[in-house]
């Protein structure tokens, strides 16, 4: 009896390499981040190494901070740095996982594992939107991870010749256990009226800090009008900030919202109690904003989007890389006359759950219904580039 399986696979342009994979998602979950595990194969490495010449397979992280085709007179958005390398050798044929195990069997000599390394600082895929009316596609704004094979000549030749390089994209994420112990976040927050007297108090909270992509965010607060002005109106939305730390750059986003009018006005001297659900998705904000940022995908015809996840914390804020995501929960409330909006802030994580649970497949479920709502027009804008794919068995007599 076999398991099914899928391998990645992708070929130099020389056609000498062949690069394999089992798995192009790595997940970090409560500190622990999965290892990036391969095969390397030709069919004459004796060939390949003469003359001094080695292999190196590299974990690469690109930050892209402008669109490829705004880059004239030698000015780059792109910055790339190399978080793991290593010489790939012929000899050294430990087989490491089951994975590489079964390769070696069926490709034979030639086939040779490797292994690489995220480091523990390592930021999240994520894909940030560069127009309004646009879907990130190749050559989109954000961070990104590849691992690169190539032939260098020397010891020192970290780039090698272009006929062969091997790159494959893949996806690094973080997920939260269900389990997590949770403070639900509160704020409070009190305004006074230059030429008014008396003062409104208003009450936020959240009932829990970390919320699961698809879930909604009911928003429970409490109003004290104690002054003489009119409460016409109360505002609630879920922000999305983003900070581009290699250029110090930021954005804000609206990615849900909600105007209620229960309740109002609300009368000099009285109360409210009140909640608002709010349910922040990705296919509602496509083309909605510039600087939307979205988890990075992989593949073909993506249509389980999601909002970036929040960038969770290793311990020190100031060692975040790359594209730091975080969420909040603005309330405001709207005077009549000529009085300032009362606003406050409530921070909350949006996050994926742990992989292979009941509460995972359910949330996937909820975000197929409502990707099936999309337009044709941003579907077909869904389409990337997708590698090589073969569908293997592996049987319990190969292990």
Same mark, same amino acid.
């Given at each position: 009896? !076999? ?5 990645? $696979?992708? =070929? ?18 409560? !500190? ?8 390397? #194969?030709?069919?004459?490495?004796? =060939? ?25 007179? !030698?000015?780059? #958005? ?7 390398? $290593? ?7 430990? %087989? ?5 195990? +079964? ?20 930021? &999240?895929? +994520? *894909? ?8 990130? %596609? ?21 780039? !090698? ?5 091997? /790159?494959?994209?893949? $996806? ?17 927050? %009190?305004?006074?009226?230059? #030429? ?7 009450? =936020? ?22 002054? &003489? ?27 849900? /919202?909600?105007? /209620? ?8 001297? /009285?109360?409210?109690?009140?909640? @608002?659900?709010?349910?922040? *998705?990705?296919?509602?904000? @496509? ?8 988890? =990075? ?42 009085? &300032? ?6 921070? #909350? ?16 479920? %909820? ?11 941003? $579907? ?20």
């Amino acid at each position: 009896m !076999g398991t099914s399986v899928k391998i990645f $696979k992708k =070929a130099s342009p020389n056609g000498k390499f062949y690069l394999y994979m089992n798995q192009r998602e790595y997940v970090q979950c409560e !500190g622990s981040l999965e290892q990036v595990h391969g095969v390397l #194969f030709s069919e004459d490495w004796d =060939a390949c190494l003469k003359g001094g010449r080695v292999v190196y397979v590299q974990l690469v992280v690109q930050f892209r901070h402008g669109k490829e085709e705004d880059e004239v007179m !030698g000015v780059s #958005f792109k910055k790339e740095l190399i978080i793991d390398r $290593k010489q790939v050798n012929v000899k050294d044929v430990k %087989e490491e996982t089951k994975f590489q195990s +079964v390769m070696i069997k069926r490709l034979g000599k030639g086939a040779v594992p490797f292994t690489l390394k995220f480091p523990d600082l390592a930021p &999240n895929s +994520v *894909l940030i939107c560069n127009e309004d009316e646009d879907i990130p %596609e190749k050559n989109c704004m954000g961070v990104t991870y590849l691992v690169k094979a190539h032939l260098a000549n020397n010891k020192d030749d970290y780039e !090698g010749n272009k006929d062969s390089v091997i /790159s494959m994209r893949i $996806k690094k994420s973080q997920n939260v256990p269900a389990d997590k112990t949770q403070k639900p976040p509160i704020g409070r927050m %009190e305004k006074e009226f230059t #030429f008014a007297s008396g003062k409104v108090l208003l009450e =936020a909270s959240l009932p829990k800090e970390y919320f699961y992509h698809g879930e909604e965010v009911p928003v429970n607060f409490t109003i004290n009008n104690n002054s &003489n002005k009119l409460i016409k109106q109360i505002k609630c939305s879920v922000r999305q900030n983003i900070v581009i730390s290699t250029v110090n750059a930021n954005y804000s986003v609206k990615v849900a /919202s909600m105007n /209620s009018e229960n309740g109002c006005p609300i009368e000099p001297g /009285s109360n409210l109690q009140h909640t @608002i659900p709010l349910k922040p *998705l990705a296919q509602s904000c @496509i083309g909605t904003s510039r600087g939307l940022c979205l988890d =990075a995908w992989i593949g073909k015809n993506q249509t389980d989007l999601n909002l970036a996840s929040s960038s969770l914390s290793t311990g020190n804020d100031n060692d975040q890389l790359g594209v730091v995501v975080t969420y909040v929960v603005k309330v405001k409330l709207v005077f009549s006359g000529m009085s &300032n909006d009362l606003v406050l802030d409530i921070p #909350f994580k949006l996050v994926h759950p742990a992989p292979n649970t009941e509460l995972m497949e359910n949330l996937k479920k %909820e975000k197929e219904l409502a990707t099936e709502k999309m337009s044709s027009d941003v $579907k077909r804008r869904l389409f990337m580039q997708q590698d090589s794919v073969l569908y293997e068995s592996f049987h319990a007599s190969q292990d």
